[in-house]
């Protein structure tokens, strides 16, 4: 049988429902390229919304150097958040939900302005932002061993499966994310640590590639919609009874366990 864009959204989600990974689309679809996965994405979006999901935000992938160095791929990119993605702070993370999920902190945004690329800066796409949060994302590839090329990590939705935003939110005027520190630590031990630079040299970078890039598709991003902005640090191996936290300079500190 070929493939095509419904085949590839069908075959994602199929692994994500029965939590079982499984190989490249690209070795048996050289043809899915990148425009094309992003159809793919989109039409996975669609297909959760269909299922009484709803669109809440985007995230950006492979902003810093530590993710695209573990992962061998140089290119950022975005995807889509819903509601059924977000955990409340405090609500242990379920394995067995899921395939092999790893952690990673984020400085996440809040958007109170809508913002149309193209042509956004960083400093015009601060000036969108509402407030700014310390944020988790869960990533869980459905491919195995996390091993992809970018259009298949693209059209997967870039790995995403469950976040956590902090429910205090700073104001972004008066701070300086280049500089907002981050500890990652596991079971009280630090392990990894990070500033808002880590992140395209500012976080507010990240959120201005993506106004530019989903501009280029059409898209807005909307006043409301919570943005991750990508992982600070490489991403940990959550495990039963692990508790992973997040130090910030400035915006607090999240745990979360895996159960
Ligand atoms: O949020 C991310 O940076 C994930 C991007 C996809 C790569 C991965 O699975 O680590
Ligand atoms: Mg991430």
Not at 8 to 33: F, Y
Not at 122 to 143: C, K, L, N, W
Not at 188 to 196: E, L
Request: include cysteine; proline fraction near 5%; charge should be negative.
């Amino acid at each position: 049988m070929s493939w095509d864009i419904d085949r590839a959204v069908t075959e994602l989600l199929d692994r994500e429902s029965t939590k079982t990974d499984g190989g490249r689309i690209t070795d048996e679809w050289p043809g899915l390229d990148l425009p094309t996965a992003y159809q793919v994405q989109d039409a996975l979006l669609r297909r959760k919304i269909d299922a009484g999901e709803q669109l809440v935000g985007v995230k950006l992938g492979l902003t810093s150097r530590a993710k695209q160095q573990r992962m061998g791929i140089e290119s950022p990119l975005t995807a889509w958040l819903t509601d059924a993605m977000e955990l409340p702070v405090g609500a242990p993370v379920r394995l067995d939900e899921l395939i092999h999920p790893r952690i990673e902190p984020e400085i996440v945004f809040v958007m109170g302005d809508r913002l149309a690329g193209p042509g956004v800066t960083a400093a015009t796409a601060m000036r969108a932002v509402r407030s700014v949060h310390a944020g988790f994302e869960v990533i869980d590839s459905r491919y195995r061993d996390f091993s992809f090329a970018l259009p298949d990590v693209v059209a997967d939705n870039a790995s995403s499966s469950r976040f956590v935003v902090s429910g205090d939110g700073v104001s972004p005027d008066g701070l300086d994310l280049a500089l907002e520190g981050c500890l990652l630590g596991i079971d009280g031990q630090v392990v990894d640590s990070a500033t808002g630079a880590a992140v395209q040299g500012h976080p507010g970078e990240a959120l201005a590639l993506a106004a530019n890039a989903l501009g280029a598709r059409g898209i807005e991003i909307e006043p409301g919609w919570v943005v991750l902005t990508g992982g600070l640090t490489d991403a940990v191996f959550l495990e039963p009874g692990r508790e992973v936290s997040a130090e910030f300079t400035n915006l607090g500190t999240l745990r979360v366990v895996g159960s």
